[in-house]
């Protein structure tokens, strides 16, 4: 009766398998990374995007308190710019216009890139906002 050797190990089917979850981990790390950056992106354009409609109401509502002319245009821009922290007031323009019986307020804010306060997009993100304008009660 002849017998044999074996000279290759035996391998059980579980170990050959060794190591793949660390390199699909390491192989996917990449796309991960860019899907938060993507994401984190998209808060800071939706968080832009309410930081202009919030401070183009301020600064209407300041503006429609205030009286006509040059009082008018100076309460608005400093309502319009109060609210937004130093990365957002960098960049931001507040127009305000009346006609019409209206105050309008337009307020546009460049959108940061990843970091608020270090780049900015060439995106700008619009705020508008209006209400009637107040009149005085004396007549």
């Known amino acids: ?8 190990p035996v391998r059980r089917p579980h170990d050959r398998d060794r190591g793949q979850v660390t390199i699909e981990f390491l192989g996917m790390t ?3 990374l860019v899907t938060l950056v993507v994401l984190w992106q998209l808060v800071l ?16 509502r300041a503006a429609t308190a205030a009286a006509p ?4 245009d100076g309460a608005c821009r400093e309502a ?27 307020v546009k804010l460049s959108v940061p890139i990843l ?19 107040e009149e005085d009660g004396a007549g």
Do not use: Q
Request: net charge negative; charged share 15%.
């Open 1 to 8: 009766m002849r017998t044999t050797t074996r000279t290759t």
């Open 30 to 32: 990449p796309t991960i």
């Open 45 to 60: 354009v939706g968080y832009t995007f309410t930081l202009a409609g919030n401070a183009a109401d301020e600064a209407v």
């Open 69 to 72: 002319g040059g009082a008018r």
């Open 80 to 106: 319009g710019l109060d609210k937004l922290s130093g990365a957002w007031a960098e960049g931001a323009t507040v127009n305000c216009a009346t006609g019409g019986g209206f105050v309008t307020a337009d």
């Open 115 to 133: 970091f608020p306060g270090t780049v900015s997009l060439s995106f700008d993100v619009d705020g508008h906002a209006g209400a009637v304008e």
